[in-house]
Nanobody, 124 residues
Framework: QVQLVESGGGLVQAGDSLRLSCVVS????????MGWFRQAPGEEREFVAA????????DHADSVKGRFTISRDDAKNTVYLQMNSLKIEDTADYYC?????????????????WGQGTRVSVSS
């Protein structure tokens, strides 16, 4: 059974940085495209970033380009989301997800496995 466990969320001020981590167990990590999504209160879950297995091709939502960076360490079965220059509107629950896809998937329906989420709160 594939399990994803996120960590690294917290309460920060606007302009600060955070790094989220997601450890995957029970599957073949280096064959998964990994993604980060977020969901703010009352909003739908939205794509943040994804990284494909192999060559490590990435995609980032326009709202986070230049501020957030996704990366992966296959030796540690871990995917990261480095978040810099955080804004109040980045406040949300952040979810890690895994997909058996051969592209940089950006839709929630493409992902088979999900973590429980970690909360990021950004204050002014």
């Amino acid at each position: 059974q594939v399990q994803l466990v996120e960590s690294g969320g917290g309460l920060v001020q606007a302009g600060d940085s955070l790094r989220l981590s997601c450890v995957v167990s029970g599957g073949t990590f280096n064959t998964y495209t990994m993604g980060w999504f977020r969901q703010a209160p009352g909003e739908e879950r939205e794509f943040v970033a994804a990284i494909m297995w192999g060559a490590g091709l990435t995609d980032h939502a326009d709202s986070v380009k230049g501020r957030f960076t996704i990366s992966r360490d296959d030796a540690k079965n871990t995917v990261y989301l480095q978040m810099n220059s955080l804004k109040i509107e980045d406040t949300a629950d952040y979810y890690c997800a895994a997909a058996r896809r051969r592209w940089v998937a950006s839709m929630t329906v493409d992902y088979e496995y999900w973590g429980q989420g970690t909360r990021v709160s950004v204050s002014s």
